[in-house]
DNA sequence: CGGGAATATTCCAGTCAAGGAATATTATTG
DNA sequence: CAATAATATTCCTTGACTGGAATATTCCCG
């Protein structure tokens, strides 16, 4: 995994930013009002979710619309895939640790020993 | 979305700890061995990771074994649901742009206005 | 060409995160 | 209890990131 994509992602104003983009194209100073920033801070940390591949630009005579791009996004959904078994086997777990319960009848303890 | 997972994700390091961690309960001192860091990087980086939720610890004499959390990992997944929509409308437009190829016979350009 | 709107860039100050080295802590063993 | 192994914590320094304010750039329009 790359880490550039999560690292432009793990900043709460660009991360908004993405969300905001997911309904549609919007113009910087769009963006700027939506989200209560000054024009310059938007377009730095639009730059950044340029940069990263994240974002595209289309100009439009005076004005800068900017596009979610959705392979970046793809790309950690790819990633998650090898962590996806790990999901089932907690589930198998959880029922594990139900069958106990109902067979012990101990009182549910969240700081229990894993393995 | 929650920015604290995706900033415990987003320094290399810790990436590749989780991607260790993926098949694995490990020692401090085999993660410090594996990634070649050094023993207190490691720990700090482990702490970030647990105060993230990503890792949890469990004590086991002298040694503190860290294993992966899906939980996290699984909101990550979730809130990419959101954004699954705009990667099949892509694979429309992309169809839509080869079948433009066929019948204009232009020459294909990279820099093409989306919308 | 001059003015104004939309956006980008620069400079600055404050804050935060990361690595290095040293030290503290906890548990084991004899 | 002493010695040692495994890990955590602290202190320090340096580099990066963020926001603010000011300024530069680009483009349209009369």
């Known amino acids: 995994m790359n880490t550039t994509t999560l690292n432009a992602l793990a900043e709460p104003r660009r991360l908004q930013m993405i969300e905001l983009l997911r ?3 919007l113009t910087v100073g769009e963006i700027a009002d939506r989200l209560g920033l000054r024009q310059p801070q938007a377009s730095k940390h639009l730059k950044i979710l340029s ?22 996004l793809m790309e950690i959904d790819n990633w998650l895939e090898s962590f996806r078994g790990m999901w089932e086997e907690r589930f198998d777990r959880l029922s594990d640790y139900l069958k106990h319960l109902k067979k012990s009848g101990d009182s549910p303890n969240s700081k229990e020993e894993f393995e």
Do not use: K
């Open 23 to 25: 309904d549609g194209p």
């Open 51 to 72: 940069e990263s591949g994240l974002v595209e630009v289309r100009a439009e005579a005076n004005r800068r619309i900017y596009r979610l791009r959705p392979e970046p």
